[in-house]
């Protein structure tokens, strides 16, 4: 009872169930079942079988894509909290990404046939699907823009601007890691870094960056400006 109630604490948190009836949290937090994911295991692959929902109860959650030539692109990073797989869990499709544990990570999962179940009887919690969805159409658009138009290092800082919303300043990244969320090289990120430490905006330890002044790096973002390609 007690693990229920801390995971409608979680969802309520999550906009897709925000506002929902505290009864309806509950029915959702019963219908799920708990798994444990190693370090960098996979928890499922492009084109798999979409057959659940996925929470974030604690750890993180890499979703990632790859291109024709096989490079691998980071589309997001879950942390607690956040729910994913709602897209092909919907439309009975297949997985559009590959979902990777970063570290030990504790989800909860809702399988399709009970989730759907509950979406016919919950209105509101469908028009909160619908909202999620756009949503997301939105966030994919935007991330496709930066690519095209914005230079690396203006990608670079917008993804730790970004991080440092979700996480706090102290962003738990490895510099490959950092590369791949904004497509681009480690060589670019490393350099990048180093003249942000330099100019007194970060610190940078293993693994992880210190944003020292995030207002200081969102002004230096947006003064790297758009590509040259």
């Known amino acids: 009872m007690l693990e229920n109630v801390k995971l409608g604490k979680i969802l309520a948190a999550n906009p897709l169930f925000a506002g929902i009836a505290d009864d309806a949290l509950q029915t959702v937090a019963r219908l799920s079942a708990n798994r444990e994911l190693a370090a960098h295991e996979i928890l499922f692959q492009k084109n ?98 930066e690519t095209n138009l914005l230079s690396p290092a203006a990608r670079i800082g917008r993804r730790l601007v970004d991080l440092a919303e979700d996480y706090g300043d102290d962003v738990q990244v490895t510099q490959d890691e950092l590369a791949v969320f904004a497509n681009t090289t480690r060589e670019t990120v490393n350099r990048q870094l180093q003249a942000w430490k330099r100019q007194g905006l970060i610190e940078l330890g293993r693994g992880h960056c210190r944003i020292l002044s995030r207002h200081g790096l969102e002004r230096a973002t947006s003064e790297c400006g758009l590509s040259r390609r």
């Open 48 to 145: 798999d079988a979409a057959d659940a929902l996925y929470a974030v109860r604690r750890g993180e959650v890499r979703i990632v894509t790859r291109t024709t030539e096989g490079r691998e692109l980071t589309l997001n990073l879950l942390g607690p909290g956040d729910v994913f797989g709602e897209i092909a869990l919907l439309d009975g499709g297949c997985r559009t990404a590959d979902a990777i544990a970063t570290e030990v990570t504790i989800l909860s999962v809702i399988r399709r046939s009970d989730f759907l179940d509950l979406l016919a009887r919950e209105s509101t919690l469908a028009l909160r699907v619908i909202d999620l969805m756009c949503a997301r159409v939105r966030w994919m658009s935007e991330r496709m823009e």
